[in-house]
């Protein structure tokens, strides 16, 4: 099972970038998936879950009504889409799939877990 995080780079304070999550075939597509990041100093959090059909999401509420997951099962791939963006995002980015199929914000729920992207954002 391998995942890579990848889209990760430095944006302004109010920009945007776009994480993707390559999975690999052997991961099963029945599995809900999510974004996790670490910022230097702090344990890593939950950012925002997905079920295995797209329909169940669930986002932490500091990321509510910015951030957009989203996956095409297709293309094996799960994406972060970041809007405005701030200085308390800057973290290092993590994609996980679940042992369920359902959304979860618990971290316990995540057995596999990708390499993480760095996310800088300048003021």
């Known amino acids: 099972v391998q995942l890579q995080a990848y889209g990760g780079g430095l944006v302004q304070t109010g920009g945007s970038l776009r994480l993707s999550c390559a999975v690999s075939?052997?991961?099963?597509?029945?599995?809900?998936m999510g974004w996790f990041r670490q910022a230097p100093g702090k344990e890593r959090e939950f950012v925002a879950g997905?079920?295995?059909?797209?329909?169940?999401?669930v986002y932490a509420d500091s990321v509510k009504g910015r951030f957009t997951i989203s996956r095409d099962n297709a293309k094996n791939t799960l994406y972060l889409q970041m809007d405005n963006l701030g200085p308390e995002d800057a973290a290092v980015y993590y994609c996980?799939?679940?042992?369920?199929?359902?959304?979860?914000?618990?971290?316990?729920?995540?057995?596999?877990w990708g390499q993480g992207t760095q996310v800088t954002v300048s003021s």
């Open positions: 996980a799939s679940a042992r369920q199929a359902w959304a979860s914000k618990d971290i316990s729920n995540y057995n596999y």
């Open positions: 075939r052997r991961t099963s597509s029945n599995n809900g």
């Open positions: 997905i079920s295995w059909r797209g329909d169940g999401i």
